[in-house]
């Protein structure tokens, strides 16, 4: 789906709602039994009207085997080519190796986009952005608290912190079509730094929900003509008593914040 489509389904779903498929056999309703798959198309079915985005996060998957595998494969055959669906894999790896993550994703899984870690830098990074049509999505500014390890760091003299440069190095290896950034939610007093450092690019934005972040102030600061967000709620979703009406609440939201932020998509 190329950012045209994404943007033309925002305006119409008045919605720039990801739904998270990060399941947990623990944590899922006894009545699956725990089974996956038919979990993930129930939460689907229920949130299909309120969302544009899917994000299935491949550890989920990987954890489960080979069954696991398949239930991914399947779970993004049920999306269908209505919803942008992002891997969450966060890859990366010298070019020929990245050449064959690139293939999983979007080959093998038939996703729209994968999230990418730059730290190996632009070979590692490049390969994904080769691929026609489809979206590298880097990590920018986590919403884990571990960012401030590295990410929030400065170099000594110059006060730019890290995940600053990695944006504008990042921003010149792909134009605003192919390539977004992941911004934690939780990090939302950044986002007008943020925003300032990247104008016209998507960011994804997970951390809302059991993360704690805050949505209010992600719209206010993130928001750009285009909406310009993706944002992601996996547990809050999953496990709310309705998924359906979990989702719902957070379009609205997001319908409000359109008509503030970027009224020429509102309805
Ligand atoms: O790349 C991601 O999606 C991601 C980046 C980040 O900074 N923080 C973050 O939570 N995520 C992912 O977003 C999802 C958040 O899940 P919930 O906290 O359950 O909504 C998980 O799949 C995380 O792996």
């Not at 880097?138 to 000594?156: C, P, R």
Request: negative net charge.
């Amino acid at each position: 789906m190329d950012k045209e489509g994404l943007v033309r389904r925002i305006v119409e779903k008045q919605s720039f709602l990801c739904v998270g498929l990060d399941p947990d056999p623990d944590k899922m309703p006894p009545s699956f039994n725990g089974d996956v798959l038919a979990f993930n198309r129930s939460v689907i079915d229920a949130t299909r009207d309120y969302c544009v985005a899917y994000k299935p996060n491949t550890a989920f998957y990987e954890a489960l085997g080979i069954d696991g595998m398949l239930i991914l494969q399947e779970t993004i055959a049920y999306i269908g080519k209505d919803h942008f669906v992002i891997a969450d894999a966060k890859r990366g790896d010298i070019g020929n190796t990245s050449r064959y993550y690139a293939r999983f994703a979007f080959d093998t899984l038939g996703a729209d986009a994968i999230t990418v870690a730059p730290y190996m830098g632009a070979d590692s990074v490049g390969p994904f952005l080769d691929y026609p049509g489809k979206w590298a999505i880097v990590l920018a500014l986590t919403s884990n608290s571990g960012s401030a390890d590295f990410q929030h760091t400065v170099q000594e003299g110059d006060n730019v912190p890290l995940y600053a440069k990695v944006m504008r190095r990042v921003a010149e290896w792909g134009d605003p079509d192919r390539l977004m950034f992941v911004c934690g939610a939780t990090q939302a007093e950044k986002f007008a730094e943020l925003r300032d450092l990247c104008p016209d690019h998507f960011f994804l934005v997970p951390g809302i929900g059991v993360q704690g972040g805050d949505l209010a102030a992600v719209c206010r600061y993130g928001m750009n003509p285009s909406c310009g967000l993706l944002v992601n709620s996996s547990r809050g979703i999953l496990y709310a008593e309705d998924p359906g009406a979990a989702a719902r609440g957070l379009q609205r939201q997001m319908q409000e914040a359109m008509k503030k932020f970027c009224p020429e998509l509102s309805r």
